[in-house]
T-cell receptor, first 111, second 114 residues
């Protein structure tokens, strides 16, 4: 049973544009929502994370928006660059360090 | 600090064999979690170890097991390998204290079962 639904599966954005990836969850016990970036042949790298007591968190060009009532959260990548081309995973945790991952979004930034 | 290291990076095994994968966490991190990544099932949690004790377990058969040593290094073992066990096995470490810890992943071990 997929507990975290991620969309879109793939995304093509022009250089300088905004990339938006969305995730929805069902389990209200989740209280920690990280995003990971993965390049081919590498392990996932923690990008940014949010907890449900805030609605937005920004780190550089990356912003998480969180809507607790809708049980949704999203990643915005501003001024997208070709080097941002990677697979992005949202995740959620509510049981220790057990992360439940979304299916992933393959982002391609065209130069 | 050095990152999470995993050995070996690549492994080819035959059905029915068993395999042991190793993970060294970031220095000072006491929690080690293991994940399986496949194109079909994505990233799935296997288990977590903290202070040499399994603290959490995912929905995998008993053929998958793990352990953690006093220096926080961890190993996972898969017995009676099946073709479907071919995957990237990822280890993540966390400086777990009283709150949810940020997890940092290693590069993974690519296991191919033939």
């Amino acid at each position: 049973q997929q507990q975290v639904k991620q969309s879109p599966q793939s995304l093509i954005v022009q250089k300088g544009g905004i990339s938006i990836i969305n995730c929805a969850y069902e389990n209200t016990a989740f209280d920690y929502f990280p995003w990971y970036q993965q390049f081919p042949g590498k392990g996932p790298a923690l990008l940014i994370a949010i907890r449900p007591d805030v609605s937005e968190k920004k780190e550089g060009r990356f912003t998480i928006s969180f809507n607790k009532s809708a049980k949704q959260f999203s990643l915005h990548i501003m001024d997208s660059q070709p080097g941002d081309s990677a697979t992005y995973f949202c995740a959620a945790s509510g049981d220790g360090n057990k992360l439940v991952f979304g299916a992933g979004t393959i982002l391609r930034v065209k130069s | 600090k050095a990152g999470v290291t995993q050995t070996p990076r690549y492994l080819i095994k035959t059905r029915g064999q068993q395999v042991t994968l190793s993970c060294s966490p970031i220095s000072g991190h006491r929690s080690v979690s293991w994940y399986q990544q496949t194109p079909g099932q994505g990233l799935q949690f296997l288990f977590e170890y903290f202070s040499e004790t399994q603290r959490n377990k995912g929905n995998f058969p008993g053929r998958f097991s793990g352990r953690q040593f006093s220096n926080s290094r961890s190993e996972m073992n898969v017995s009676t390998l099946e073709l479907g066990d071919s995957a990237l096995y990822l280890c993540a470490s966390s400086s777990w204290t009283a709150d949810r810890g940020e997890q940092y992943f290693g590069p993974g071990t690519r296991l191919t079962v033939t």
